[in-house]
């Protein structure tokens, strides 16, 4: 495994499989992100198309209010 880092994808390097990516984590609490029917699952999620944050840590570290702490 090799970190994305915007290189071009390398068919000889990667393997595309549709249908098997069915979740995502948030990149602050590690919840699991996902339409689909997991235990704990969260599925009100913001993303910037490539990193994806739960409702709460994004309510929290993004749109938090003037003079409040992290």
């Known amino acids: 495994m090799r970190l994305y ?3 071009s ?9 549709e249908g098997v990516w069915d979740h995502d984590h948030c990149e602050i609490c590690m919840a699991t992100i ?7 699952e969260i599925r009100d999620a913001c ?5 994806w944050l739960c409702r709460a840590c994004y309510e929290k570290v993004v749109v938090q209010e003037p003079g409040e702490a992290v």
């Open 5 to 7: 880092t915007g290189q």
């Open 9 to 17: 994808y390398d068919p000889a390097e990667y393997e595309l499989v």
């Open 34 to 40: 996902s339409n689909d029917n997991y235990k704990d």
């Open 47 to 51: 993303t910037n198309g490539r990193d």
